[in-house]
């Protein structure tokens, strides 16, 4: 069983599915370089108009698999698979979906500012703990949500990683709408066709002029990197990772 399987429907949109039940759909560098290779080759193809991202019933991603991240982090940040696929989310031109069921955690809610319509199930919960975790936010986080919620609650959404349901981020502005669980990956298949059949060039112009200066983006992922890299090696972070472990090694307790 693939832990990221890369489905193409007839009707010209790509399927990247997080399938790690096991863990949650926690991403390993492996599941990094599958969506990143994935989105570089719609980019490439003439007959992919749209992407869609989504998970499990009831869980998207758990966010970094932390014993796979902190591995890597033995290694200079600049060669992470998870740094690599942030840039190309950032730099993809083809029309990005996401369906979103149960937990978004980390990059699992990050990864959603960078698409174009988001659907969440009922129980769909984004949470960003990147701060608890002795680290800064990323994928541009930092700069693209105060500008989609307002400084007030992005400061609570990254500082104090408050939790944010469906609901609510309809709306803020975080989401387009909430579908039935039993519904929701048929619906964002359905959208992202829509986008499919349109006409490319015009997708593609329409939406740089919506999402505006793509440098300052890119400039704000990468000042995001580089404090990043610096927290991943700092005491707070080792002592929230060893945390983390010991929770998880605990039987019967969630980490």
Known sequence: MHDVTVTDTEGGVRLIA???PAKKNALTGAMY????EALDAADASPEIGAVVFAGLPGVFSAGNDLADFAESARKPFSEAPALHFIRQL????????AAVDGIAVGIGA???????LVFLGPSA????????LGLVPEAASSYLLPRRVGLAKA?????????CGADAAVALGLANGVIPSDMLLEHALAQAARLAALPRGAVEATRR??????????????AEATAFEERLR???AQAAFEAFFARAAKPGTRA
């Open 33 to 36: 370089d599958a969506m990143r």
């Open 234 to 236: 700092s005491p707070e």
């Open 110 to 116: 990050t990864l959603t500012l960078h698409c174009d």
């Open 18 to 20: 997080l399938n790690r």
């Open 209 to 222: 002029l919506i999402r505006g200066d793509r440098g300052a983006v890119e400039a704000a992922l990468e």
């Open 155 to 163: 400061t609570e959404l990254l500082l104090l990683s408050e939790p």
């Open 90 to 97: 950032a730099r993809t031109a083809t029309p990005m979906v």
């Open 125 to 132: 919960r984004l949470r960003m703990p990147f701060v608890e």
